[in-house]
């Protein structure tokens, strides 16, 4: 079992960055795959990046290549998601989710665990 705790949104204007972190706690978290989602108002939960448990594949969304880089502290038991080049269409609720599996999923569908959500607004 994995618990996931988001910490890090907040309002920012448009070319700014945010560091979201995900403390997640459970006895398999260093061989599970990690993802970041959003939500913004209106719109489906869409997956934005992921990461292997095992090795470094990584994916991300057309939207979000080259600005977020997802990460992740074992020691700390924590995932990162770092966002630069922030522009209004990146305003959503961010959520931390975990597999039971070290693959990762590029949909909703196969995520076991997720955490509370964090705002990120990004003005104009």
């Known amino acids: 079992q994995v618990q996931l705790v988001e910490s890090g949104g907040g309002l920012v204007q448009t070319g700014g960055s945010l560091r979201l972190s995900c403390a997640a706690s459970?006895?398999?978290?260093?061989?599970?795959?990690m993802g970041w989602f959003r939500q913004a108002p209106g719109k489906e939960r869409e997956l934005v990046a992921a990461?292997?448990?095992?090795?470094?594949?990584?994916y991300y969304s057309d939207s979000v290549k080259g600005r977020f880089t997802i990460s992740r502290d074992n020691a700390k038991n924590t995932l990162y998601l770092q966002m630069n080049s922030l522009n209004p269409e990146d305003t959503a609720v961010y959520y931390c989710a975990a597999r039971n599996n070290p693959i990762y999923s590029t949909t909703y569908y196969g995520w076991n665990y997720w955490g509370q959500g964090t705002q990120v607004t990004v003005s104009s």
């Open positions: 990461l292997s448990g095992v090795g470094s594949m990584t």
């Open positions: 459970g006895r398999t978290f260093s061989r599970s795959a």
